[in-house]
């Protein structure tokens, strides 16, 4: 378990991840950072979008494609608070990002460790440096908690 210092990017995620959650949204957050700057930074908004690829990831995605104009985001770090899904892995693929910083694993609907793990496939054209765990215990509570306030 890696604690984020208090200026992270994962600290940025957690936070959008807490607004996520008290917006009724699933509790993830991604930041995208470049030579140390913020480029973009979002947070889950399917059900205020009604749009089911409103993931934090793809959205921090678009923001910073938009943002940088070049079409790829090479070069630049994703932090993002739960293990990417299949969907959001292939973005990050084809977005090129340099590294991958997640936070608590996703055991059912992961992509990266768990699942198909879809860096390791060898269809797979670009894979980013992973570097898993950081923030892992913030993250898996503020999931825990959402979804427990469903169930009960």
Do not use: W
Request: charged share 20%; with cysteine.
């Amino acid at each position: 378990m890696l604690h984020p210092s208090p200026t992270s990017p994962m600290t940025l995620a957690l936070k959008l991840a807490e607004e996520a959650a008290a917006a009724g949204e699933a509790p993830v957050g991604a930041v995208i950072v470049e030579n140390g700057q913020v480029l973009a930074a979002e947070r889950n908004r399917m059900k205020a979008s009604g749009d089911p690829t409103a993931h934090a990831e793809m959205l921090a995605i678009r923001a910073a494609l938009a943002k940088r104009g070049t079409g790829r985001l090479d070069g630049c770090d994703l932090y993002v608070t739960l293990e990417p899904c299949a969907m959001c892995a292939g973005a990050i693929a084809h977005a090129r990002l340099r590294r991958l910083y997640f936070g608590a694993e996703d055991t059912k609907a992961g992509a990266v460790e768990n699942g198909i793990r879809l860096f390791e496939q060898p269809s797979c054209h670009h894979a980013p440096e992973v570097v898993g765990g950081i923030g892992d215990r913030q993250s898996a509570d503020l999931l825990k908690a959402f979804f427990a306030a469903r169930r009960g």
